[in-house]
């Protein structure tokens, strides 16, 4: 199994643009402890293997989930482009994109999710 997870993780941090508009590395796997916004969570919904060659698998096929978390109407906006475009980079595809915003705690949620393909040695 890929480390699928450290590849996006290091794509999203290696964003400096995101970064910026982040105030610093608030990317969390999961879930987050951040009391300050903005800031990003993400996991994965599935990870299975996908090519074989020689009885092994070559790839990797993954659907994904990024949530980014704000309490300013329209910061979640710059965010997820920059998500989008590290995402794009890593040859992942957005599935779906949804603004929702979570009354308990009077957070917006930017939900992004995407699909893709991680060849094993790349």
């Excluded at 009391?35 to 070559?58: R, S």
Aim: no cysteine; hydrophobic share 40%.
């Amino acid at each position: 199994m890929m480390d699928v997870q450290a590849i996006v993780y290091g794509a999203l941090r290696n964003n400096d643009a995101l970064l910026t508009l982040l105030g610093g590395d608030r990317i969390e796997y999961l879930k987050s402890e951040q009391n300050d916004f903005p800031y990003i969570t993400y996991f994965f919904m599935n990870q299975t293997e996908g090519d074989y060659l020689d009885d092994e698998a070559v790839s990797e096929e993954v659907s994904m989930q990024v949530s980014i978390w704000v309490k300013n109407k329209g910061d979640e906006q710059p965010i997820a482009v920059e998500v989008d475009r590290t995402m794009k980079v890593l040859g992942l595809k957005r599935t779906l994109a949804m603004d929702l915003f979570e009354d308990d705690t009077q957070v917006i949620h930017k939900l992004l999710r995407y699909k893709g393909i991680f060849l094993k040695g790349e």
